[in-house]
Nanobody, 129 residues
Framework: QVQLLESGGGLVQAGESLRLSCTASGSTSSSYHMGWFRQAPGTERRFVAAISGGGRARYSAAGSMKGRFTISRDNAKNTVYLQANSVTPLDTAVYYC?????????????????????WGQGTQVTVAS
C-alpha cells in the first residue's frame, strides 16, 4: 500500500503563487508516475499535471491552467510538488495527489484518474479575489 499526504493548501489572494506538496510513504517507488488533480464543488475531478519517475512532466491543456502550473519531484524525499502561479478564483478546488505503478506508452493515459491506484485525501485551495 502507498499512502499520500498533501500539504500546502489554504487561502491565497488572486495573483499570488502557491506550492503544494505530496509526500508518499509505504510501498512506494521512485518509478511511480505521480499526478495532481483538482475538483471544484459540483464538478468532476480534473487533471492538472503528471510526472514520471524520471521527471518527464505533462500538463493539462485547459486554457485556464495552461502555463501556470509546474510539477516536480524529489525522489530522495518521496515528494512531488505542484507550483501554481498567478492564481485566480477559478483555481479554487480540492487538490489531490495520485500515484500509479502502471506503465503506458500512450501519454494521455496519465491524464485520466482511472490510471492511478493511490490517492491522497486532498488539500483545499481557496483563492480570494
Amino acid at each position: 500500500q502507498v499512502q499520500l499526504l498533501e500539504s500546502g493548501g489554504g487561502l491565497v489572494q488572486a495573483g499570488e503563487s502557491l506550492r503544494l506538496s505530496c509526500t508518499a510513504s509505504g510501498s512506494t517507488s521512485s518509478s511511480y508516475h505521480m499526478g495532481w488533480f483538482r475538483q471544484a464543488p459540483g464538478t468532476e475531478r480534473r487533471f492538472v499535471a503528471a510526472i514520471s519517475g524520471g521527471g518527464r512532466a505533462r500538463y493539462s491543456a485547459a486554457g485556464s491552467m495552461k502555463g501556470r502550473f509546474t510539477i516536480s519531484r524529489d525522489n530522495a524525499k518521496n515528494t512531488v510538488y505542484l507550483q501554481a502561479n498567478s492564481v485566480t478564483p477559478l483555481d479554487t478546488a480540492v487538490y489531490y495527489c495520485a500515484a500509479t505503478p502502471k506503465r503506458s506508452d500512450y501519454a494521455g493515459y496519465y491524464y485520466n484518474a482511472v490510471a492511478y491506484d493511490y490517492w491522497g485525501q486532498g488539500t483545499q485551495v481557496t483563492v480570494a479575489s
